[in-house]
DNA sequence: AGAAAACGTTATCTTAAGATAATAAAAACA
DNA sequence: TGTTTTTATTATCTTAAGATAACGTTTTCT
Protein backbone atom coordinates (compact mmCIF):
# COMPACT_ATOMS: atom_id res chain seq x y z
CA UNK A 1 0.00 0.00 0.00
CA UNK A 2 1.21 3.57 -0.70
CA UNK A 3 0.69 4.76 2.66
CA UNK A 4 1.17 8.21 1.49
CA UNK A 5 -1.19 8.22 -0.31
CA UNK A 6 -3.31 6.68 1.74
CA UNK A 7 -2.05 9.88 4.52
CA UNK A 8 -3.20 12.10 1.92
CA UNK A 9 -6.79 10.59 0.96
CA UNK A 10 -7.35 10.59 4.74
CA UNK A 11 -6.54 13.62 5.87
CA UNK A 12 -9.11 14.61 2.75
CA UNK A 13 -12.05 12.42 3.80
CA UNK A 14 -11.68 13.31 8.15
CA UNK A 15 -12.20 17.38 6.70
CA UNK A 16 -16.30 16.76 7.55
CA UNK A 17 -15.04 16.02 10.62
CA UNK A 18 -12.05 17.27 11.59
CA UNK A 19 -8.87 19.68 10.17
CA UNK A 20 -5.79 19.64 11.30
CA UNK A 21 -2.66 21.68 11.20
CA UNK A 22 0.39 20.20 9.85
CA UNK A 23 1.69 19.83 12.99
CA UNK A 24 -1.05 17.79 14.48
CA UNK A 25 -1.02 15.79 11.46
CA UNK A 26 2.02 14.51 11.83
CA UNK A 27 1.79 13.59 15.18
CA UNK A 28 -1.77 12.29 14.77
CA UNK A 29 -0.14 10.21 11.68
CA UNK A 30 2.51 8.65 14.36
CA UNK A 31 -0.58 7.03 15.52
CA UNK A 32 -1.66 4.92 12.38
CA UNK A 33 -1.44 1.63 11.54
CA UNK A 34 -2.09 0.80 7.83
CA UNK A 35 -2.84 -3.06 6.95
CA UNK A 36 -3.64 -4.52 3.82
CA UNK A 37 -6.58 -7.29 4.27
CA UNK A 38 -6.81 -9.96 1.31
CA UNK A 39 -10.44 -10.76 -0.26
CA UNK A 40 -12.50 -12.84 2.49
CA UNK A 41 -10.32 -12.21 5.31
CA UNK A 42 -11.56 -11.03 8.46
CA UNK A 43 -10.79 -7.50 9.89
CA UNK A 44 -12.98 -8.91 12.96
CA UNK A 45 -14.86 -11.56 14.44
CA UNK A 46 -17.64 -12.31 16.61
CA UNK A 47 -16.82 -13.16 20.22
CA UNK A 48 -13.79 -10.88 19.80
CA UNK A 49 -13.14 -7.31 21.06
CA UNK A 50 -12.32 -5.03 18.23
CA UNK A 51 -9.51 -3.22 18.83
CA UNK A 52 -9.10 -1.25 15.99
CA UNK A 53 -11.71 1.62 14.74
CA UNK A 54 -10.59 1.92 10.81
CA UNK A 55 -10.88 3.92 7.34
CA UNK A 56 -11.18 2.16 4.31
CA UNK A 57 -8.57 3.66 1.73
CA UNK A 58 -9.27 0.89 -0.71
CA UNK A 59 -11.81 -2.05 -1.19
CA UNK A 60 -14.73 -2.53 0.50
CA UNK A 61 -16.41 -4.70 3.48
CA UNK A 62 -18.87 -6.51 4.81
CA UNK A 63 -20.65 -6.83 8.39
CA UNK A 64 -22.34 -10.07 9.03
CA UNK A 65 -23.77 -11.96 11.97
CA UNK A 66 -24.05 -15.62 12.03
CA UNK A 67 -27.40 -16.84 14.11
CA UNK A 68 -27.40 -19.99 16.13
CA UNK A 69 -28.92 -21.99 13.55
CA UNK A 70 -25.22 -20.69 11.11
CA UNK A 71 -27.56 -18.31 9.04
CA UNK A 72 -25.45 -15.63 8.12
CA UNK A 73 -26.56 -12.04 7.63
CA UNK A 74 -25.41 -9.11 6.38
CA UNK A 75 -25.95 -5.71 7.87
CA UNK A 76 -24.22 -3.71 6.60
CA UNK A 77 -21.04 -2.55 4.32
CA UNK A 78 -17.87 0.14 4.87
CA UNK A 79 -17.07 1.53 0.58
CA UNK A 80 -13.41 2.75 0.44
CA UNK A 81 -12.90 6.76 1.91
CA UNK A 82 -15.77 4.85 4.99
CA UNK A 83 -15.03 4.77 8.37
CA UNK A 84 -15.36 1.07 9.62
CA UNK A 85 -15.38 -0.81 12.94
CA UNK A 86 -17.47 -3.26 15.23
CA UNK A 87 -18.12 -0.11 16.57
CA UNK A 88 -19.96 -0.97 19.77
CA UNK A 89 -17.50 -3.79 20.63
CA UNK A 90 -14.72 -0.75 19.83
CA UNK A 91 -16.69 1.76 22.27
CA UNK A 92 -17.29 -0.67 24.72
CA UNK A 93 -15.20 -3.36 25.20
CA UNK A 94 -16.70 -5.81 24.85
CA UNK A 95 -16.78 -9.30 22.33
CA UNK A 96 -18.27 -8.12 18.81
CA UNK A 97 -21.49 -9.82 17.73
CA UNK A 98 -20.91 -9.72 14.18
CA UNK A 99 -18.28 -10.02 11.87
CA UNK A 100 -16.30 -7.90 9.27
CA UNK A 101 -15.25 -9.84 5.93
CA UNK A 102 -12.78 -7.93 3.12
CA UNK A 103 -15.10 -8.41 0.00
CA UNK A 104 -12.12 -7.32 -2.16
CA UNK A 105 -8.44 -6.86 -1.53
CA UNK A 106 -8.86 -4.18 0.73
CA UNK A 107 -6.20 -1.29 2.27
CA UNK A 108 -7.11 0.27 5.62
CA UNK A 109 -5.79 2.87 8.17
CA UNK A 110 -6.45 1.78 11.49
CA UNK A 111 -6.39 3.37 15.03
CA UNK A 112 -5.70 1.17 17.49
CA UNK A 113 -7.99 1.72 21.21
CA UNK A 114 -4.89 2.27 23.28
CA UNK A 115 -3.93 4.56 20.60
CA UNK A 116 -7.00 6.61 20.76
CA UNK A 117 -7.50 6.77 24.33
CA UNK A 118 -3.37 8.44 24.16
CA UNK A 119 -4.58 10.87 21.72
CA UNK A 120 -7.46 12.14 23.70
CA UNK A 121 -5.92 12.37 27.05
CA UNK A 122 -2.79 13.87 24.79
CA UNK A 123 -2.07 17.69 25.47
CA UNK A 124 -1.83 18.33 21.51
CA UNK A 125 -4.83 16.48 20.24
CA UNK A 126 -6.74 15.50 23.13
CA UNK A 127 -9.36 18.30 22.13
CA UNK A 128 -9.65 18.51 18.57
CA UNK A 129 -9.78 14.17 18.98
CA UNK A 130 -12.47 14.58 20.95
CA UNK A 131 -14.67 16.38 18.51
CA UNK A 132 -13.72 14.13 16.05
CA UNK A 133 -14.81 11.35 17.79
CA UNK A 134 -18.29 13.05 18.51
CA UNK A 135 -18.95 13.90 15.06
CA UNK A 136 -17.79 10.85 13.77
CA UNK A 137 -20.50 8.72 16.75
CA UNK A 138 -23.21 11.69 16.16
CA UNK A 139 -22.52 11.30 12.08
CA UNK A 140 -23.34 7.36 12.69
CA UNK A 141 -26.19 8.24 15.21
CA UNK A 142 -28.09 9.90 12.22
CA UNK A 143 -27.52 6.98 9.65
CA UNK A 144 -29.43 4.62 12.69
CA UNK A 145 -31.96 6.84 13.69
CA UNK A 146 -32.93 6.74 9.90
CA UNK A 147 -32.65 2.72 9.52
CA UNK A 148 -34.56 2.40 12.81
CA UNK A 149 -37.06 4.82 11.58
CA UNK A 150 -37.53 2.98 8.46
CA UNK A 151 -37.86 -0.38 10.12
CA UNK A 152 -41.10 0.91 12.63
CA UNK A 153 -42.34 2.99 9.48
CA UNK A 154 -42.04 1.22 6.26
CA UNK A 155 -42.89 -2.17 4.82
CA UNK A 156 -39.74 -3.91 3.28
CA UNK A 157 -41.12 -2.97 -0.24
CA UNK A 158 -40.70 0.76 0.79
CA UNK A 159 -37.43 -0.08 2.31
CA UNK A 160 -36.46 -1.03 -0.93
CA UNK A 161 -37.85 1.56 -3.04
CA UNK A 162 -36.27 4.46 -0.74
CA UNK A 163 -32.80 2.30 -1.47
CA UNK A 164 -33.28 2.27 -4.88
CA UNK A 165 -34.11 6.01 -5.03
CA UNK A 166 -31.36 7.03 -2.80
CA UNK A 167 -29.00 6.14 -5.05
CA UNK A 168 -26.57 3.85 -2.88
CA UNK A 169 -23.57 2.66 -3.63
CA UNK A 170 -24.89 -1.05 -2.20
CA UNK A 171 -26.89 -0.89 -4.56
CA UNK A 172 -24.67 -1.50 -7.74
CA UNK A 173 -21.19 -3.47 -6.05
CA UNK A 174 -23.55 -5.71 -3.61
CA UNK A 175 -25.12 -9.01 -4.52
CA UNK A 176 -28.84 -8.85 -3.76
CA UNK A 177 -28.80 -11.60 -1.37
CA UNK A 178 -26.80 -9.14 0.78
CA UNK A 179 -28.81 -5.80 0.47
CA UNK A 180 -32.13 -8.17 1.50
CA UNK A 181 -30.27 -8.70 4.88
CA UNK A 182 -29.16 -5.19 4.97
CA UNK A 183 -33.25 -4.82 4.50
CA UNK A 184 -34.08 -7.25 6.96
CA UNK A 185 -35.64 -9.81 5.03
CA UNK A 186 -34.85 -12.82 3.06
CA UNK A 187 -33.36 -13.03 -0.54
CA UNK A 188 -36.08 -14.72 -1.82
CA UNK A 189 -38.47 -11.90 -0.35
CA UNK A 190 -36.24 -9.24 -2.31
CA UNK A 191 -36.24 -11.08 -5.67
CA UNK A 192 -40.75 -11.56 -5.53
CA UNK A 193 -40.60 -7.76 -4.55
CA UNK A 194 -38.75 -6.96 -7.28
CA UNK A 195 -40.70 -8.75 -9.58
CA UNK A 196 -43.69 -6.71 -8.24
CA UNK A 197 -42.38 -3.54 -8.50
CA UNK A 198 -41.72 -4.52 -12.02
CA UNK A 199 -45.36 -5.30 -13.39
CA UNK B 1 -40.00 22.62 39.51
CA UNK B 2 -38.01 22.40 42.08
CA UNK B 3 -34.75 23.52 40.04
CA UNK B 4 -32.85 23.02 42.56
CA UNK B 5 -32.85 19.78 43.36
CA UNK B 6 -33.27 18.94 39.84
CA UNK B 7 -29.74 20.46 39.00
CA UNK B 8 -28.77 17.76 41.71
CA UNK B 9 -30.12 15.29 40.45
CA UNK B 10 -29.07 16.18 36.93
CA UNK B 11 -25.44 16.49 37.64
CA UNK B 12 -26.10 12.73 39.58
CA UNK B 13 -27.16 11.07 36.15
CA UNK B 14 -24.46 12.75 33.87
CA UNK B 15 -21.54 11.27 36.39
CA UNK B 16 -21.27 8.35 33.81
CA UNK B 17 -20.68 10.79 31.12
CA UNK B 18 -18.74 14.41 32.40
CA UNK B 19 -18.09 14.75 36.04
CA UNK B 20 -17.63 18.40 36.64
CA UNK B 21 -15.68 20.72 38.79
CA UNK B 22 -17.78 22.81 41.29
CA UNK B 23 -17.10 26.19 38.85
CA UNK B 24 -17.51 24.27 36.05
CA UNK B 25 -20.70 22.82 36.97
CA UNK B 26 -22.07 26.72 37.77
CA UNK B 27 -21.28 27.97 34.81
CA UNK B 28 -22.68 24.99 32.95
CA UNK B 29 -25.63 25.74 34.63
CA UNK B 30 -26.06 28.86 33.58
CA UNK B 31 -26.81 27.50 30.08
CA UNK B 32 -29.78 25.59 31.40
CA UNK B 33 -32.73 26.02 31.12
CA UNK B 34 -35.46 24.53 33.13
CA UNK B 35 -39.48 23.89 31.57
CA UNK B 36 -42.58 21.40 32.51
CA UNK B 37 -44.61 20.23 29.61
CA UNK B 38 -48.25 19.56 30.21
CA UNK B 39 -49.60 15.70 29.99
CA UNK B 40 -50.16 15.38 26.16
CA UNK B 41 -48.17 18.16 25.03
CA UNK B 42 -45.31 18.53 22.77
CA UNK B 43 -41.65 19.25 23.17
CA UNK B 44 -41.37 18.91 19.53
CA UNK B 45 -43.53 18.37 16.36
CA UNK B 46 -42.42 16.95 13.16
CA UNK B 47 -41.19 20.10 10.65
CA UNK B 48 -39.72 21.52 12.79
CA UNK B 49 -36.13 21.86 13.93
CA UNK B 50 -35.58 20.90 17.13
CA UNK B 51 -33.61 23.38 19.18
CA UNK B 52 -33.03 21.78 22.76
CA UNK B 53 -31.38 18.55 23.90
CA UNK B 54 -33.00 17.63 27.02
CA UNK B 55 -33.33 15.46 30.31
CA UNK B 56 -36.37 14.38 32.00
CA UNK B 57 -36.18 15.04 35.44
CA UNK B 58 -39.53 14.12 35.98
CA UNK B 59 -42.38 11.77 33.93
CA UNK B 60 -42.29 10.70 30.46
CA UNK B 61 -41.91 11.31 26.95
CA UNK B 62 -43.02 9.07 23.87
CA UNK B 63 -41.52 9.66 20.70
CA UNK B 64 -43.67 8.90 17.49
CA UNK B 65 -43.91 9.39 13.93
CA UNK B 66 -47.11 9.99 11.84
CA UNK B 67 -47.06 7.90 8.38
CA UNK B 68 -48.64 9.83 5.14
CA UNK B 69 -52.16 7.76 5.83
CA UNK B 70 -52.37 9.78 9.19
CA UNK B 71 -51.13 7.03 11.33
CA UNK B 72 -49.50 7.33 14.31
CA UNK B 73 -46.35 5.29 14.70
CA UNK B 74 -44.34 5.48 18.59
CA UNK B 75 -40.63 4.81 18.34
CA UNK B 76 -39.15 5.10 21.38
CA UNK B 77 -39.32 6.63 24.78
CA UNK B 78 -37.33 8.95 27.50
CA UNK B 79 -38.29 8.29 30.81
CA UNK B 80 -37.29 10.08 34.23
CA UNK B 81 -33.25 10.30 33.89
CA UNK B 82 -32.96 9.72 30.60
CA UNK B 83 -32.20 12.25 27.58
CA UNK B 84 -33.99 13.46 25.57
CA UNK B 85 -34.38 14.92 21.83
CA UNK B 86 -35.37 14.54 18.58
CA UNK B 87 -31.43 14.60 17.92
CA UNK B 88 -30.79 14.03 14.44
CA UNK B 89 -33.04 17.15 14.08
CA UNK B 90 -31.14 19.03 16.99
CA UNK B 91 -27.66 17.69 15.58
CA UNK B 92 -28.78 18.59 11.38
CA UNK B 93 -30.74 21.39 11.82
CA UNK B 94 -33.10 20.12 9.94
CA UNK B 95 -37.03 19.61 10.29
CA UNK B 96 -37.56 17.21 12.87
CA UNK B 97 -39.42 13.86 11.08
CA UNK B 98 -40.93 12.65 14.46
CA UNK B 99 -42.78 14.12 17.70
CA UNK B 100 -42.36 14.07 21.17
CA UNK B 101 -45.21 13.84 23.40
CA UNK B 102 -45.36 14.36 27.09
CA UNK B 103 -47.18 11.35 28.42
CA UNK B 104 -47.57 12.81 31.78
CA UNK B 105 -46.98 16.24 33.69
CA UNK B 106 -42.87 15.88 32.41
CA UNK B 107 -40.37 18.27 34.17
CA UNK B 108 -37.29 18.93 31.74
CA UNK B 109 -33.90 20.22 31.88
CA UNK B 110 -32.80 21.61 28.50
CA UNK B 111 -29.65 22.96 26.40
CA UNK B 112 -30.45 24.78 23.64
CA UNK B 113 -28.19 24.27 20.25
CA UNK B 114 -26.93 28.12 20.76
CA UNK B 115 -25.70 27.20 24.19
CA UNK B 116 -24.70 23.90 23.70
CA UNK B 117 -22.19 25.76 20.58
CA UNK B 118 -21.33 28.55 23.12
CA UNK B 119 -20.02 26.01 25.91
CA UNK B 120 -18.61 23.80 23.05
CA UNK B 121 -16.74 26.99 22.21
CA UNK B 122 -15.91 28.44 25.54
CA UNK B 123 -12.11 28.40 26.89
CA UNK B 124 -13.71 26.80 30.31
CA UNK B 125 -16.11 24.32 28.75
CA UNK B 126 -15.23 23.31 25.64
CA UNK B 127 -13.07 20.24 26.01
CA UNK B 128 -15.11 19.14 28.88
CA UNK B 129 -18.38 19.26 26.36
CA UNK B 130 -16.79 17.76 23.71
CA UNK B 131 -16.58 14.64 25.46
CA UNK B 132 -19.66 14.95 27.00
CA UNK B 133 -21.40 15.31 23.52
CA UNK B 134 -19.17 12.31 22.13
CA UNK B 135 -19.80 9.68 25.38
CA UNK B 136 -24.01 10.63 24.70
CA UNK B 137 -23.72 9.96 21.36
CA UNK B 138 -21.56 7.33 21.71
CA UNK B 139 -23.70 5.91 24.39
CA UNK B 140 -27.16 5.76 21.96
CA UNK B 141 -25.04 4.58 19.10
CA UNK B 142 -24.77 1.72 20.74
CA UNK B 143 -28.50 1.32 21.66
CA UNK B 144 -29.70 2.03 17.96
CA UNK B 145 -27.10 -0.84 16.79
CA UNK B 146 -28.45 -3.53 19.26
CA UNK B 147 -32.31 -2.53 18.12
CA UNK B 148 -31.16 -2.60 14.21
CA UNK B 149 -28.95 -5.53 14.55
CA UNK B 150 -32.31 -7.17 16.37
CA UNK B 151 -34.47 -6.16 13.52
CA UNK B 152 -32.67 -7.96 10.68
CA UNK B 153 -31.29 -10.63 12.82
CA UNK B 154 -35.13 -11.44 14.77
CA UNK B 155 -38.67 -12.34 14.62
CA UNK B 156 -40.88 -9.71 16.06
CA UNK B 157 -41.67 -12.93 18.51
CA UNK B 158 -38.02 -13.08 19.36
CA UNK B 159 -37.39 -9.53 19.66
CA UNK B 160 -40.59 -9.26 21.73
CA UNK B 161 -39.68 -12.11 24.13
CA UNK B 162 -36.26 -10.19 24.25
CA UNK B 163 -37.57 -6.98 25.13
CA UNK B 164 -39.63 -9.14 28.01
CA UNK B 165 -36.07 -10.41 29.74
CA UNK B 166 -34.58 -7.01 29.31
CA UNK B 167 -37.34 -6.34 32.01
CA UNK B 168 -37.11 -2.63 30.96
CA UNK B 169 -39.13 0.07 32.16
CA UNK B 170 -41.34 0.39 28.57
CA UNK B 171 -43.19 -3.05 29.69
CA UNK B 172 -44.08 -1.61 32.71
CA UNK B 173 -44.95 1.64 31.48
CA UNK B 174 -46.19 1.66 28.41
CA UNK B 175 -49.16 0.04 26.68
CA UNK B 176 -49.27 -2.49 24.78
CA UNK B 177 -49.73 -0.98 21.63
CA UNK B 178 -46.86 1.58 21.89
CA UNK B 179 -44.97 -1.11 22.67
CA UNK B 180 -45.77 -2.80 19.74
CA UNK B 181 -45.14 0.08 17.43
CA UNK B 182 -41.41 -0.26 19.33
CA UNK B 183 -41.26 -3.54 18.32
CA UNK B 184 -41.94 -2.60 14.09
CA UNK B 185 -45.67 -4.60 14.47
CA UNK B 186 -49.16 -3.59 14.76
CA UNK B 187 -51.14 -3.78 18.04
CA UNK B 188 -52.73 -6.62 16.74
CA UNK B 189 -49.70 -8.82 16.06
CA UNK B 190 -48.11 -8.53 19.54
CA UNK B 191 -51.55 -8.97 20.93
CA UNK B 192 -50.84 -12.80 19.27
CA UNK B 193 -47.42 -13.04 20.06
CA UNK B 194 -48.36 -13.42 23.47
CA UNK B 195 -51.29 -15.50 23.08
CA UNK B 196 -48.51 -17.45 21.40
CA UNK B 197 -46.17 -17.82 23.57
CA UNK B 198 -48.38 -18.34 26.67
CA UNK B 199 -49.46 -21.25 25.67
C1' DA C 1 -71.13 9.26 38.84
C1' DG C 2 -71.76 8.98 34.22
C1' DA C 3 -70.04 9.53 29.54
C1' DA C 4 -66.39 9.18 26.46
C1' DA C 5 -62.09 7.59 25.08
C1' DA C 6 -58.49 4.35 25.10
C1' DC C 7 -57.04 -0.28 25.26
C1' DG C 8 -56.46 -5.34 24.54
C1' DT C 9 -58.28 -9.38 22.60
C1' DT C 10 -60.43 -12.05 19.24
C1' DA C 11 -62.32 -13.30 14.65
C1' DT C 12 -62.19 -13.05 9.62
C1' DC C 13 -60.06 -12.26 5.51
C1' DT C 14 -56.18 -10.89 2.67
C1' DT C 15 -51.55 -10.44 1.72
C1' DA C 16 -46.90 -11.16 2.05
C1' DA C 17 -43.02 -13.25 4.13
C1' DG C 18 -40.33 -17.55 5.59
C1' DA C 19 -38.71 -22.27 4.39
C1' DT C 20 -37.29 -25.19 1.00
C1' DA C 21 -36.07 -26.96 -3.35
C1' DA C 22 -35.26 -26.76 -8.31
C1' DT C 23 -33.35 -24.41 -12.06
C1' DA C 24 -30.81 -21.41 -14.94
C1' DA C 25 -27.46 -17.93 -15.44
C1' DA C 26 -23.37 -15.61 -14.10
C1' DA C 27 -19.07 -15.29 -11.85
C1' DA C 28 -15.01 -17.11 -9.82
C1' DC C 29 -11.28 -20.00 -10.11
C1' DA C 30 -7.60 -22.97 -10.98
C1' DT D 1 -11.24 -23.55 -20.84
C1' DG D 2 -13.83 -26.26 -18.26
C1' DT D 3 -15.50 -26.80 -13.60
C1' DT D 4 -17.14 -25.20 -9.32
C1' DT D 5 -19.39 -21.85 -6.77
C1' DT D 6 -22.31 -18.13 -6.32
C1' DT D 7 -26.30 -15.84 -7.42
C1' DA D 8 -31.17 -14.72 -8.76
C1' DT D 9 -35.51 -16.37 -9.93
C1' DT D 10 -39.42 -19.18 -9.60
C1' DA D 11 -42.70 -22.57 -7.61
C1' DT D 12 -44.94 -24.72 -3.66
C1' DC D 13 -46.33 -24.84 0.82
C1' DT D 14 -46.67 -22.99 5.47
C1' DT D 15 -46.89 -19.47 8.65
C1' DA D 16 -47.47 -15.11 10.35
C1' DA D 17 -48.43 -10.36 9.73
C1' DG D 18 -51.57 -6.47 8.07
C1' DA D 19 -56.33 -4.57 7.69
C1' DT D 20 -60.56 -4.20 9.65
C1' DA D 21 -64.24 -4.67 12.72
C1' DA D 22 -66.57 -6.17 16.91
C1' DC D 23 -66.53 -6.61 21.71
C1' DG D 24 -65.80 -6.05 26.51
C1' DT D 25 -62.89 -3.83 29.84
C1' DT D 26 -60.41 -0.31 31.79
C1' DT D 27 -59.09 4.28 32.17
C1' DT D 28 -59.77 9.02 31.72
C1' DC D 29 -62.30 13.01 31.82
C1' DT D 30 -65.64 16.47 33.40
Known amino acids: MD?????????????????????????????????????????????KVCNHFGFVNKGSVRYFHLTNDGTDITGYFSFENEFMSSYTSFLKREPANNYIQALEDTELILISHKSLQEMLASEKLGHKMERFG????????????????????????????KLLESGR?????????YIANFLGITPVSLSRIRRRILV
Not at 3 to 31: G, I, M
Request: aromatic letters at 18%; hydrophobic letters at 35%; glycine letters at 2%.
Open 3 to 47: TLKAKYNFREHLQPFVVFTNDEWELFCSYLEFISLKKKTYFIEAG
Open 169 to 177: DILRRMPQH
Open 134 to 161: RLVAEYYLCCYDDRVTAFITQSPEERYI
